[in-house]
């Protein structure tokens, strides 16, 4: 992240707060380093809504976050409780998981290249991602790629469904009706399609 | 920030202005720059644009061309994937609109 | 530090500034509510920009494609894994990943569009045209290719098919023009200076200049 302060007064422009003391600071810093290895956001924000109301409500925005970053680390296992009461740490930190993105799992197809597709009409999450042209329509497998993340219709969370994806031909005089030997190749989920009997 | 008098007698790689307004370009810097510090996937913001796009062919509000629609798509939908990430609340975001929209906040940064 | 933001409405000679308009506010809002969060800066704001404004361009593909044409070895390093070819190049630049890179064949012409939104394979073209962005061609691009191909001035005899790619996943595609006649012993910058942005869309082909031809 740019432009971390740790340490020392802060030169900003009108309007845009300081930070009131170094420390807020190092929060900002501390928790754009650990988000995304540790956490997600979602957890950081649900582990600023677990704290007591009470106590919420007396602190500033720098110690609610520092309050859920402490919450996190001690429930990742990455520092004891102790640890955090003494400020010495009693042994190495833990490895974190791996990011998403290094959890992608090695492509395996169900097509190859020149099998004969047909697109799905009815898909349990919705096709989000198959154009409207292409509903319903067969065609033949030109590439082979991925795995890409299945893109979800629900708003909340990306599934994390790997699926390979295939670049399909589509010839135009089947979808439009002309006559001519132009065709469109459509990026399609491996879930959208289904083999020609 | 170079507005559009100066914009257009520097030589333009593209051929053409990469933004119309300001505006625009912080569009789409936020957006970039939240996607690069790990706030969301780009394809899960790229659902949602998808998803006004498409709605606004259904409304057939798309027809004007060269489409002055697209930044205020690509802007909402990057203000619902804010909302949607808890970063943003809607009521803090519509009190700040309107202190603009009013006049009681400067405009430069 | 102070940062100077030019803005639409000259405010020196304004008594009466116009109020933002809506979408004008919101961008204001937001951008003023993340940076209060502290969760962005507006100098990472202006970084990204800049780079899209100036350093992020189609001389990035057009560089790529001269290699192609005049390297054989770096044209099968390009097709086969697109995103280490193009960074061979460019080592600073942002990486491009999920690039697909479609060549095209005396038989076969290639066009780009993303029919769903506006996808383009920013880090070897930029940030795309308006016009890649328009209904019109998001629709038309697939359901009449040689027509538009015509409206852009390229008109492809009967011979030759049309391969539209429609980028509806994570793919990004950018094409692979085929060298001109009359451009032999050409250096590197030279071959770059004829492939365009539109050619690498695949709206266009790669011109060598009248003059040069004689």
């Known amino acids: 992240m740019g432009g971390m302060h740790g340490f020392g007064p802060v030169q900003t422009e009108p309007d845009e707060p300081v930070f009131q003391a170094a420390w807020e600071g190092r929060v900002l810093a501390l928790q754009a380093r650990t988000r995304g290895r540790w956490y997600h956001l979602d957890e950081f924000r649900n582990a600023i809504e677990r704290m007591p109301a009470a106590r919420y409500l007396d602190a500033s925005y720098y110690e609610r976050w520092l309050t859920a970053l402490e919450t996190l680390m001690v429930e990742k296992g990455v520092i004891t409780r102790d640890e955090l009461a003494t400020g010495h740490a009693t042994a190495p930190a833990p490895q974190p998981p791996p990011r998403p993105a290094d959890d992608r799992p090695p492509l395996r197809p169900r097509f190859r290249i020149g099998d004969r597709v047909v697109t799905r009409n009815a898909h349990p999450r919705g096709h989000t991602r198959m154009p409207r042209y292409v509903r319903g329509r067969h065609g033949a497998v030109r590439t082979v790629n991925g795995p890409f993340l ?21 010839w135009v005089r089947e979808l439009w009706g002309l006559d001519s030997d132009d065709c469109v190749c459509v990026d399609l989920w491996e879930s959208y399609l289904e083999a020609e009997t | 920030m170079i507005d559009r008098e100066v914009a257009g007698s520097l030589p333009r790689k593209n051929g053409e202005l990469v933004f119309e307004s300001p505006w625009e370009s912080r569009a789409f810097g936020m957006a970039v720059v939240m996607n690069e510090k790990g706030a969301y996937q780009w394809e899960e913001f790229r659902d949602r644009l998808i998803e006004r796009v498409g709605r606004r062919a259904q ?3 798309s027809s004007s061309e060269p489409p002055t629609h697209y930044y205020e798509d690509w802007l909402s939908a990057f203000e619902s994937l804010l909302v949607a990430r808890g970063m943003i609340e809607p009521e803090e975001l519509a009190a700040r609109v309107k202190e603009y929209q009013e006049l009681r906040r400067d405009p430069v940064f | 530090m102070t940062e100077q933001r030019s803005h639409q409405h000259d405010r020196d000679h304004d008594h009466h500034p116009e109020p933002p308009s809506e979408v004008e506010a919101r961008a204001l809002a ?28 189609p001389m990035i593909g057009a560089a790529v494609v001269a290699r192609a044409w005049v ?7 390009l097709l086969a894994e ?10 600073g630049a942002p990486n491009a990943t999920n690039l697909a890179v ?13 029919t769903l939104c506006s996808c383009y394979p920013w880090a070897v073209l930029g940030l795309p045209p308006s016009w890649y962005k328009s209904a019109a061609y998001r629709s038309r691009a697939v359901s009449e290719p040689r027509e538009v191909l015509k409206e852009f001035g390229l008109a492809l005899p009967e011979s030759v098919r049309v391969n539209v790619w429609d980028s ?4 990004r595609y950018m094409i692979l023009p085929e060298r001109p006649a009359g451009t032999e012993g050409w250096s590197e910058p030279e071959l770059a200076a004829i492939v365009t942005r539109d050619c690498m869309i695949g709206v266009a082909l790669p011109q060598v200049p009248a003059a040069v031809r004689s």
């Open chain 3, 30 to 57: 937001l951008e003023s509510l993340l940076r209060e969060k502290g969760l962005i800066s507006g100098e990472e704001i202006d970084r990204i920009v800049s780079a899209y404004e100036h350093d992020i361009g």
């Open chain 3, 102 to 114: 479609v060549p095209d064949t005396p038989e076969v012409h290639n066009l780009v569009v993303c």
């Open chain 2, 59 to 61: 409304e057939g509000t």
């Open chain 3, 82 to 91: 697109p995103a280490a070819a193009v960074a061979e190049l460019n080592p």
């Open chain 3, 71 to 77: 390297d054989p070895e770096y044209r099968q390093r």
């Open chain 3, 168 to 171: 509806s996943s994570d793919l």
């Open chain 1, 150 to 170: 299945l893109p979800d219709t629900n708003a909340h969370s990306r599934s994390r469904d790997w699926e390979p994806v295939y670049a399909v031909e589509f």
